[in-house]
Nanobody
Framework: QVQLVESGGGLVQTGGSLRLSCAAS??????MGWYRQAPGKDRELVAA???????TSADSVKGRFTISRDNAKNTVYLQMNSLKPEDTAVYYC????????WGLGTQVTVSS
């Protein structure tokens, strides 16, 4: 059974930092990433990383968020610095193998 389990969300003040983790099991993912969905908005890509370490990220988070991956642990991380209220959303972990898998999400709230 494939599982993606996120952790590390929470409440932080503007300018603060959080580190999200996503532990995967049951499959090897060629690509893993983070998406987010704010109330009333579509889910959007935040950042993604291939098994080889190639990354992509949304313009809105460049310079503030860093995605990394530990292939041995099948875990992907999202280091979020200089957080803004507009970063408030549910953050979902995503893994791509023969299918696309999603975690249940973790809430990130940035207070102004």
């Amino acid at each position: 059974q494939v599982q993606l389990v996120e952790s590390g969300g929470g409440l932080v003040q503007t300018g603060g930092s959080l580190r999200l983790s996503c532990a995967a099991s049951g499959a090897i993912f060629s690509s893993m990433g983070w998406y987010r969905q704010a109330p009333g908005k579509d889910r959007e890509l935040v950042a993604a990383i291939t098994m080889g370490g190639i990354t992509t990220s949304a313009d809105s988070v460049k310079g503030r968020f860093t995605i990394s991956r530990d292939n041995a642990k099948n875990t992907v991380y999202l280091q979020m610095n200089s957080l803004k209220p507009e970063d408030t959303a549910v953050y979902y972990c995503n893994g791509v193998s023969s299918k696309v898998y999603w975690g249940l999400g973790t809430q990130v709230t940035v207070s102004s």
